[in-house]
């Protein structure tokens, strides 16, 4: 299936799990990971960030969902390319990759905001501080995490008893999934790629702001 410069998001394929991993890496990655990398990078806003909550946040969207969930997806081509067995279950392997992003990006982002409204990292007693809908971004903390935590579990699981268990494949055959579309000459005034290229833009810019907003309500400027 071949998708158009304007359709292709629509067209892609979602149900290779492949695809899906790297896809939701590189989106969690920039818009979660990758954005608070940027801002905590400038010094004013990192001397109110480092110990906070935000700093974990900031690293379960670079390492834990940027970089494990590719992993993830890059496993998806591998395993069958090397041990040669079909993988076990198409449904499991098709909602794997959005169970451990969706789960990492609702921590992150809780975590992110826990950071920059004040909450402390490496510390278990926050009772004391006053946070509005604090106890709310704790709640989806733990959400996030259990949610992220059984992506995690059916990952091992499921690749541990495909190798053992998964059907064989004969000489050249390929896994059965949703070929990933190939690229097509876009005739489109404005491609797919770049309306998600300034969303990303203008999302650092908004996300930039509000944070010296929050940290300035949050802390006292000396």
Same mark, same amino acid.
């Given at each position: 299936?071949?998708?158009?410069?304007?359709?292709?998001?629509?067209?892609?394929? =979602?149900?290779?799990?492949? %695809? !899906? +991993?790297?896809?939701?890496? #590189?989106?969690?990655? *920039?818009?979660?990971?990758? $954005?608070?990398?940027?801002?905590?990078?400038?010094?004013?806003?990192?001397?109110?960030?480092?110990?906070?909550?935000?700093?974990?946040?900031?690293?379960?969207?670079?390492?834990?969902?940027?970089?494990?969930?590719?992993?993830?997806?890059?496993?998806?081509?591998?395993?069958?390319?090397?041990?040669?067995?079909? =993988?076990?279950?198409?449904? %499991? !392997? +098709?909602?794997?990759?959005? #169970?451990?992003?969706? *789960?990492?990006?609702?921590? $992150?982002?809780?975590?992110?905001?826990?950071?920059?409204?004040?909450?402390?990292?490496?510390?278990?007693?926050?009772?004391?501080?006053?946070?509005?809908?604090?106890?709310?971004?704790?709640?989806?903390?733990?959400?996030?995490?259990?949610?992220?935590?059984?992506?995690?579990?059916?990952?091992?699981?499921?690749?541990?008893?495909?190798?053992? %268990?998964?059907?064989?494949?004969?000489?050249?055959?390929?896994?059965?999934?949703?070929?990933? $579309?190939?690229?097509?000459?876009?005739?489109?005034?404005?491609?797919?790629?770049?309306?998600?290229?300034?969303?990303?833009?203008?999302?650092?810019?908004?996300?930039?702001?509000?944070?010296?907003?929050?940290?300035?309500?949050?802390?006292?400027?000396?």
């Amino acid at each position: 299936m071949i998708a158009t410069g304007h359709t292709w998001l629509i067209k892609a394929p =979602w149900g290779n799990p492949a %695809f !899906a +991993a790297f896809f939701i890496s #590189l989106v969690i990655f *920039g818009f979660i990971g990758g $954005a608070s990398g940027v801002i905590m990078g400038v010094e004013q806003i990192n001397m109110r960030l480092h110990n906070t909550l935000g700093v974990p946040g900031h690293f379960h969207g670079t390492v834990a969902a940027g970089t494990s969930l590719a992993f993830m997806g890059l496993a998806y081509y591998v395993v069958p390319l090397i041990f040669r067995r079909e =993988w076990l279950s198409k449904f %499991f !392997a +098709a909602i794997q990759p959005y #169970l451990f992003g969706i *789960g990492i990006a609702i921590m $992150a982002v809780s975590m992110n905001t826990l950071g920059r409204m004040g909450i402390p990292r490496r510390t278990w007693e926050t009772s004391v501080l006053n946070v509005p809908h604090k106890e709310t971004l704790q709640m989806l903390l733990g959400i996030g995490a259990i949610i992220a935590f059984t992506g995690l579990i059916i990952f091992v699981l499921h690749t541990v008893l495909t190798l053992l %268990f998964g059907k064989k494949l004969q000489g050249s055959a390929k896994p059965t999934f949703p070929q990933v $579309a190939e690229p097509a000459t876009s005739k489109a005034p404005i491609s797919g790629t770049l309306v998600l290229a300034l969303i990303f833009f203008a999302y650092l810019v908004v996300m930039f702001s509000l944070n010296w907003y929050w940290l300035s309500k949050v802390w006292e400027v000396r």
